[in-house]
């Protein structure tokens, strides 16, 4: 290997979350800086990848992370998903939509299926649409809540980009700590 030149590492992160939560619309906003109102269910599975640089304040040289990103289709359509795209998956974001409670409950029950499936493995809370908070069903107790049982949360809007940054980053170094 070359001087300088450090193989990248290749992460699996899947998106996971009921319908309209905003799966799709985070990994665009991630991936390439865009938003879109127009709303487009997925199908089974979309995958992208970004790569991102991790600085370590030990060490004079970062370190490159390929996420492979794949956008699940909404748990609407989970049951039917086969549970093997998330065989080798090193970390998930488990996404819900903020003003919308019944997809907070989902995600309790997604992340016990999770879990079943692949083992406690790293994970972040998505709290997404913050960019509506006046319209949020979620109180900050209950975020606090979610704090207080061990989940990392982050509350993000894909369309303003409000923690986006944070979200995937905070999942990566999760992944990373976890090697």
Not at 111 to 131: C, Q, S, W
Request: aromatic content about 8%; overall charge negative.
């Amino acid at each position: 290997m070359t001087k300088g030149i450090s193989a990248v590492i290749q992460k699996k992160v899947c998106m996971v979350g009921s319908s309209a939560v905003g799966k799709t619309s985070l990994v665009s906003r991630f991936v390439e800086s865009i938003f879109s109102d127009k709303y487009l269910t997925t199908v089974g599975v979309k995958i992208d990848k970004k790569i991102v640089r991790l600085q370590y304040p030990d060490r004079e040289e970062g370190e490159e992370v390929m996420l492979m990103l794949w956008d699940l289709a909404g748990e609407d359509e989970f049951l039917q998903l086969r549970m093997s795209y998330l065989r080798g998956t090193a970390g998930y974001l488990l996404v819900a939509d903020g003003t919308r409670r019944v997809t907070i409950e989902k995600a309790f029950d997604l992340k016990k299926r999770v879990e079943g499936e692949l083992g406690r493995i790293p994970f972040v809370l998505a709290l997404n649409k913050h960019d509506l908070e006046d319209e949020w069903d979620v109180s900050e107790t209950e975020v606090e809540g979610f704090s207080q049982i061990g989940w990392p949360v982050v509350k993000t809007s894909a369309k303003t980009g409000e923690g986006v940054e944070e979200l995937f980053s905070n999942l990566v170094g999760r992944m990373m700590r976890d090697e």
